[in-house]
C-alpha cells in the first residue's frame, strides 16, 4: 500500500540552528501539505502546494521557515534559525487532484522536533 | 472563516462499553466533514467521511458519525470500545469543493481493561 514517507521521524537539535524536514507524497499525487502540530493540539495548515506552485503559505512564519517542491513531486520544509516554540510535530499529507473536491489526505508519519 | 470544537479533551471508557465522541463546527454551509484517528507519534489515519447524502456514515474499525445539520454536529460512535481504540481522535472540516482542511483540538481516548 502506497504511504507517504517522511524523514527524519526524530530531530533533536539546538535553539538558532537550522534544520530540513523531507516529504515523499504517494505517487500520483499533486497536492501536498505541510502540517504543524503542537503537543494537545489538532494539526495547523503552513503550506499547500498544487505540483510545484504554493497554493497557500498564509500560516507559514516566513521570516524562518520555508518550504519548496521543485519538481512537483517531494517536497522540504526547513526552519532556520530554530526557536523554542518550534518543538512540535511536522506532518505531511498529499491528496490526488480531482477537479476541487476535497479529498481524503494521507498523512506520512510525521517528523517529531525537539529544540532545546 | 470555519472552525471546529471538539468539547472533550480527554475520555475513559471500559473495553466494551459504548463510545461517542463530539464534534461541533461553525460554516456558512455544509462543509465537509471527517474524523481521523492519531496513534502516539504516528500520522493521522482517515476513520470515515461524510460529503453529502446519507447522514450516517460508515467507517473503518467499527466506527460510524452521524451528520446533523440542525445541530451544526458530526459526531463519531462506536457501540463497543476495543483497547485498541486508545488514540487521539481528531474532527475537521474543508469547504465544499476546497481542500483546505480546518481540524479540531482532538480528544484523547483512554480505554480501562
Known amino acids: 500500500e502506497a504511504e507517504v514517507a517522511q524523514s527524519p521521524r526524530y530531530k533533536i537539535t539546538e535553539k538558532s540552528q537550522a534544520v530540513a524536514f523531507w516529504c515523499d507524497p504517494i505517487s500520483g499525487h499533486a497536492t501536498l501539505y505541510w502540517y504543524r502540530q503542537i503537543l494537545g493540539q489538532g494539526p495547523e495548515l503552513l503550506v499547500q502546494f498544487q505540483d510545484e506552485s504554493v497554493v497557500d503559505d498564509s500560516q507559514l512564519p516566513k521570516d524562518r521557515f520555508s518550504a519548496e517542491r521543485l519538481k512537483g513531486v517531494d517536497s522540504t520544509l526547513k526552519i532556520q534559525p530554530a526557536e523554542l516554540g518550534d518543538s512540535a510535530m511536522y506532518l505531511c499529507?498529499?491528496?490526488?487532484?480531482?477537479?476541487?473536491?476535497?479529498?481524503?489526505?494521507?498523512f506520512g508519519p510525521g517528523t517529531r522536533l525537539t529544540v532545546l | 472563516a470555519q472552525s471546529v470544537t471538539q468539547p472533550d479533551i480527554h475520555i475513559t471508557v471500559s473495553e466494551g462499553a459504548s463510545l461517542e465522541l463530539r464534534c461541533n463546527y461553525s460554516y456558512g454551509a455544509t462543509p465537509y466533514l471527517f474524523w481521523y484517528v492519531q496513534s502516539p507519534g504516528q500520522g493521522l489515519q482517515l476513520l470515515l467521511k461524510?460529503?453529502?447524502?446519507?447522514?450516517l456514515v460508515q467507517g473503518i474499525k467499527g466506527f460510524e458519525a452521524e451528520f446533523k445539520r440542525s445541530q451544526s454536529s458530526f459526531n463519531l460512535r462506536k457501540p463497543s470500545v476495543h483497547w485498541s481504540d486508545a488514540a487521539e481522535y481528531f474532527c475537521a472540516v474543508a469547504p465544499p469543493g476546497g481542500q483546505n482542511f480546518v481540524f479540531g483540538p482532538g480528544t484523547r481516548l483512554s480505554v480501562l481493561p
Open positions: 499529507a498529499s491528496t490526488p487532484y480531482s477537479g476541487g473536491y476535497s479529498n481524503e489526505q494521507f
Open positions: 461524510y460529503f453529502s447524502g446519507d447522514t
